[in-house]
């Protein structure tokens, strides 16, 4: 009997769980974190692991601590240099002048060097550590096309998959694409963990682009679904995407301490121990199972036709292009201007995901008081100015303030639009949100899928400070248009707009019909 009775009240709590509201959020933050930890944990790991599998009798680590004394030999070919960079390379440190030599290249000319002292005279030479920084330089520039295309392919298999997962949520419900997340996510995680080459981490990164893209969508559906009040939804978003933001915060010091002193396999291992973990909670308390809407959902083509609904859009993606073109090239930047090791290239990171925590709890409230597109305008100002400053550090600690900045900007934008596309979609369509929140990760993934993959091209077209600056001067024209959002019309209001123009279109030509009558 007792037995019985531990069994029922076991069911009972069982039942008002999975009917509890934060637990919900819970779970749904629990998945964005472990989703996002994923994707940052690989950023400190990645250009490293690959240019020790490139380079594999020179490692990276090695050639930013080695340091040799310089040796002209003569007789041998040496690229040499004019008495201005010689006077440079004097009075700068070896780190900033291969810097400076690289910017200055056409003035480098190549001579057959000859025994010092000789007839035809001397001319200043580089040694062989000095042509082998040059060559680490050139190799780190290349490697940041590689590595981002590899960060940007996650986001392209999710821009994909999003217009699919959308109206799919539609028919069966939130609960299934969300556990078909977890699956896919937790495959992900064991192939980055024993992954050996490119093209196996590539396929990894771009299988887990169709888990967030499960995970994503479905998550910010069933908050919208479980939290019809504006104001608490905004709550809730912020709250989920502060879980997005710890996983963000976790993920680059996580991933740059484990390779540093255990290995490169030991991250993802327990990554996919806790995606195992997140699987069972959501097996257990969502119980996914096919559940069909009962409203008409706003078709795919009229909500990306609505005009405010893509600025809102839009502004995530203006948001996001400047971290997404920091995660590949940051790294490799630190790696080339300031020698910086593993465990310093994650803890750069660190200062933008902990801002973007502060910025996505305290704007999620915030946001609806003092109206989300002012937030939203002074975020993408405030990304503007940090993407400016960061170039301009010289040291690792130059960085903490912009990046800081960068993501609390961040924070600001993400948890304004997150809630503002759900409140678009109750006031001018119908209140079903799964295709409006895929496209609103698509503009996510837009920033994600456009940052990596240019950011490579780009820092070896212009440079890396000419690449934020252009990216920081979009941010700066895009804002003024969120004053847009300031008062949307409703549905009622667009309908009777549209009446108003139908019924001026007939006054018109019934007036030219009267006209012609005469």
Wanted: glycine share 10%; aromatic share 8%.
């Amino acid at each position: 009997m007792t037995i019985d009775c531990s069994s029922t009240g076991i069911q009972g709590w069982l039942q008002r769980c999975r009917e509890s509201r934060k637990l919900v959020l819970v779970v749904v933050a629990i998945a964005l974190l472990l989703d996002n930890m994923l994707l940052t944990t690989v950023v400190p790991i990645i250009p490293e692991f690959l240019y020790d599998i490139d380079h594999p009798n020179a490692t990276l680590h090695d050639a930013l601590t080695r340091t040799t004394t310089p040796q002209t030999i003569p007789g041998t070919t040496f690229p040499t240099i004019n008495p201005c960079l010689a006077w440079i390379r004097n009075q700068t440190n070896q780190t900033e002048f291969s810097r400076l030599e690289y910017l200055l290249s056409p003035a480098i000319t190549t001579t057959e060097l000859t025994p010092f002292g000789s007839e035809n005279g001397t001319t200043t030479t580089q040694s062989p550590q000095q042509i082998e920084d040059m060559q680490r330089h050139k190799d780190l520039i290349q490697e940041t096309v590689a590595v981002g295309m590899m960060f940007a392919s996650k986001a392209f298999v999710q821009l994909l998959t999003n217009p699919i997962v959308g109206p799919l949520t539609h028919k069966i419900g939130y609960s299934i694409p969300m556990f078909c997340g977890f699956i896919i996510m937790f495959l992900s995680t064991l192939i980055f963990a024993f992954g050996r080459s490119y093209s196996v981490l590539f396929l990894a990164r771009a299988l887990q682009g169709i888990g967030s893209s499960c995970s994503s969508v479905s998550g910010m559906g069933m908050l919208a679904e479980r939290y019809p009040d504006d104001k608490e939804r905004g709550n809730a978003m912020g709250f989920a995407l502060g879980g997005l933001a710890l996983g963000v915060l976790i993920g680059p010091p996580f991933g740059g301490v484990m390779y540093e002193f255990v290995g490169k396999t030991a991250p993802f291992l327990i990554l996919s121990a806790l995606a195992l973990g997140d699987g069972l909670l959501q097996l257990l308390m969502l119980q996914p199972s096919v559940v069909r809407q009962e409203s008409d959902p706003p078709s795919l083509k009229a909500l990306i036709m609505d005009p405010y609904i893509l600025i809102a859009a839009g502004a995530i993606t203006f948001a996001n292009t400047g971290i997404a073109m920091l995660e590949p090239s940051l790294p490799i930047w630190m790696m080339d201007t300031m020698g910086a090791e593993r465990w310093k290239q994650g803890v750069t990171f660190l200062p933008a995901s902990i801002s973007y925590l502060i910025g996505t709890n305290l704007f999620g409230p915030l946001g609806h008081r003092m109206g989300r597109w002012l937030a939203a305008l002074l975020g993408l100002l405030i990304i503007g100015v940090c993407l400016m400053c960061i170039p301009l550090a010289t040291r690792i600690d130059h960085l903490i303030i912009p990046n800081a900045g960068l993501g609390f900007a961040i924070g600001m934008v993400d948890s304004s639009m997150m809630p503002e596309l759900g409140y678009l979609v109750d006031i001018r369509h119908s209140a079903v949100y799964g295709s409006v929140y895929a496209i609103g990760d698509v503009a996510f993934c837009l920033g994600f899928a456009i940052g990596p993959a240019m950011s490579g091209t780009l820092v070896k077209t212009i440079g890396f400070e000419w690449m934020l600056f252009g990216i920081a001067i979009l941010n700066f024209l895009y804002a003024p248009l969120l004053y847009c959002l300031r008062a949307p019309p409703t549905k009622e209001e667009k309908k009777s707009l549209i009446v108003g123009e139908k019924a001026s279109s007939v006054r018109y030509v019934t007036y030219q019909n009267e006209e012609d009558d005469e």
